[in-house]
């Protein structure tokens, strides 16, 4: 079930499960349980186990399984065997049995643990509180329970929100062959294209089916749409003629019955409603970055552990990397959750302390984006305010734009941040992340609270974007989209790879990146309330740097040396730049910036009119340009090699411009 949000999905599920009645009209069920997965945990008992919990989806088995051992005791009290009263016992024991049996009570505490497993839990998690886990956590255990019921209907409204890539394919799998009906509601693409066989599409109050997985009804819906809206068109065409007789001849008694005739006609006439607009329209551009370095950051061979309450310190990253991102590098953190993938971004930020180096190229400057971001926002200002502020220079109308891109309508920017739910609050967060962005994007699950529509809107724009940018997701369409690398975040280290999401499947399943040698979390990996602590310690300021084997002073040594041994190499190498005095190495730096932005400027300018086809009508003048567009990109290339070594120049000296 698909629509924008707002569009009434959730609504139509709870009329479905029976939690709801409505206002007019029949709902008839079947004979048939129903199952449903809400978007919100329900409260939890203190001293529930998570593997309590679970099973309580057998409570009718595990009922009857408590009357066997009442019956047991019972018996166990009776010294006369031969009394009518034990022979009763004895019947009713094996009864409850051969239902225990039916039930296949062996395989209960089996099952769950297999379910739960899949989910993301480990072993060592099934026996603690579940009070002490998120609400995303705890999400999982109520999927857990509704999947180990096996109602005849499903119902899962949102059901990968709070999954890891890891646990959303293993959800996938699980449901392929589920013996029962599913209807779910989702804005993850690749899920329901890979999941569904009908979509329904809700939008203005009305359900439309089409019969095929989500890419199927984006085309199937453009051809209705056509014939709906050519439909459309021609009635209001009827009924405004119709409607200009019938004012016409209101009065003449010659022409009364054909307008009485024509009045009836319109009044019993079916509209064809008007096609919804298409919301594809709207687009956001990012603001051109500052140009960065080559090597945009660099993180050396680092470990990372967090404190324990209750034992030894939790290891993150052993060893890692090292890890380098080059200017335009597009990269996706992925990993099961609890691997590290959030510490990382904050490591590359800078506000997560490690033991290892972090080096920033030249130029960088980042814009980071995560959900506890919303948290900051002034509760007194509006929502277009609260984007102004982040970004001044732009106009009302691009304000507007962007918030509408993220499901914020009409009078709905007015809204005070206070009065906002929290999933307002972040997409005004991400909102500002992205009104004025850097040259390196640091987004950490930016798709969270955002429709399909809204996704598409920011994957575009950072297709578009011409900057860096790492980014944590487990949406996989969004990553195939837009990423050009993926690094796969476990067991302490990170592995690389080239190519989007479905490259990387490819490389595991068929290429060198054999399954069984992905790093997967380990009993040592950090479990999830902990690592939710250490990142919450993180956000505030406050997080513990773990204790290394180097010293401060080891490693200022070790700084300077290397400090030292490449001004050495760049001296031998015969640089002109290492030759220059600060002086003259400022002022060429600044001359060929400017060289080489107007260099930039005029191979736009011809870009746009090579990509006009009415320009080869005229051969010698096409030949004309595109020869002047080859030298301009040949000597934007030398500039650029010569920037860069001026660059690393001016680093090596601690110079700025």
């Known amino acids: ?78 010294e006369d065997h031969t009394s009518t009263e034990y022979q009763q016992l004895m019947a009713a024991f094996d009864r409850t049995h051969q239902q225990l049996l039916a039930k296949e009570i062996h395989m209960i505490k089996p099952r769950t643990q297999s379910v739960l497993g899949g989910l993301g839990f480990e072993t060592d998690d099934f026996d603690r509180e579940l009070a002490t886990f998120s609400g995303g956590w705890r999400m999982r255990v109520a999927l857990a329970k509704l999947l180990l019921r096996q109602p005849d209907v499903l119902l899962l409204d949102e059901p990968t929100n709070h999954l890891d890539i890891d646990s959303i394919d293993w959800l996938e799998e699980y449901l392929k062959t589920y013996p029962g009906t599913v209807i779910l509601v989702s804005h993850d693409r690749y899920f329901l294209d890979r999941m569904v066989d009908t979509t329904v599409e809700l939008i203005q109050g009305r359900l439309t089916e089409y019969a095929g997985n989500y890419s199927f009804y984006l085309k199937d819906r453009v051809e209705r749409r056509e014939l709906q809206r050519a439909a459309w068109v021609n009635q209001q065409k009827m009924i405004a003629d119709n409607e200009r007789f019938i004012e016409r001849f209101r009065y003449k008694n010659t022409k009364a019955t054909q307008v009485q005739s024509r009045v009836k006609m319109l009044e019993k ?122 970004a001044p220079n732009r106009s009302e109308t691009e304000l507007r734009t962007l918030l509408g891109a993220f499901l914020f309508r009409g009078d709905d920017v007015f809204k005070k941040v206070k009065l906002l739910s929290g999933g307002e609050r972040s997409r005004v967060a991400l909102a500002r992340t992205l009104a004025s962005p850097a040259n390196l994007l640091i987004l950490d699950e930016p798709t969270n609270h955002l429709d399909i529509q809204s996704i598409a809107v920011l994957a575009e724009a950072l ?189 090596e000296r601690d110079l700025s411009v």
């Open 463 to 651: 297709r578009q974007y011409t900057g860096t940018f790492v980014v944590v997701s487990h949406n996989r369409h969004f990553l195939d989209e837009i990423v050009g690398k993926v690094w796969r975040v476990g067991a302490g280290g990170i592995q690389q790879f080239e190519g989007n999401y479905s490259d990387y499947l490819w490389q595991v399943e068929h290429g060198t990146a054999r399954a069984d040698a992905l790093p997967e979390p380990t009993r040592d990996a950090p479990r999830p309330e902990i690592a939710s602590k250490a990142d919450s310690q993180a956000d505030s300021g406050s997080a513990t740097a773990s204790s290394g084997p180097k010293s401060k002073e080891q490693k200022r040594r070790e700084a300077e040396e290397r400090a030292r041994k490449r001004k050495q190499k760049i001296a031998a190498s015969g640089s002109k730049a290492a030759g220059l005095n600060d002086y003259k190495l400022k002022k060429e730096f600044e001359q060929v910036s400017e060289e080489v932005e107007t260099l930039e400027s005029s191979i736009s300018e011809m870009e746009q009119q090579l990509a006009d086809p009415e320009l080869f009508a005229d051969p010698v003048k096409g030949k004309k340009l595109m020869n002047r567009y080859e030298q301009a990109k040949a000597k934007h290339e030398k500039q650029m090699t010569w920037w860069e070594e001026l660059a690393e120049a001016m680093m």
């Open 269 to 390: 006439l079916e509209r064809v409603p008007e096609p919804p607009s298409d919301e594809a329209t709207i687009s956001f551009r990012f603001p051109e970055p500052p140009r960065s370095g080559k090597v945009v950051m660099e993180l050396g061979q680092f470990s990372k552990t967090y404190p324990s309450d209750h034992g030894p310190d939790i290891p993150v990253f052993d060893n890692a990397g090292p890890v380098h991102i080059e200017r335009g590098d597009k990269i996706a953190l992925i990993g099961r959750n609890g691997a590290g993938k959030s510490t990382l971004a904050r490591m590359l930020l800078g506000t997560e302390d490690f033991d290892g180096l972090r080096k920033m190229g030249h130029n960088v400057e980042i814009t980071f984006f995560a959900q506890h971001q919303a948290a900051s926002l002034d509760r007194n200002q509006t929502a277009l305010d609260a984007l102004r502020e982040s």
């Open 1 to 78: 079930m698909v629509g924008p949000n707002g569009a009434g999905k959730t609504t139509l599920l709870k009329l479905i499960s029976g939690e709801i009645t409505p206002d007019g009209g029949d709902i008839v069920r079947a004979s048939q349980t129903v199952g449903y997965l809400r978007q919100e945990t329900e409260e939890v008992s203190p001293g529930t186990t998570v593997l309590g919990e679970a099973m309580t989806a057998f409570q009718e088995t595990l009922d009857l399984e408590a009357e066997e051992q009442r019956i047991i005791a019972a018996m166990d009290a009776h």
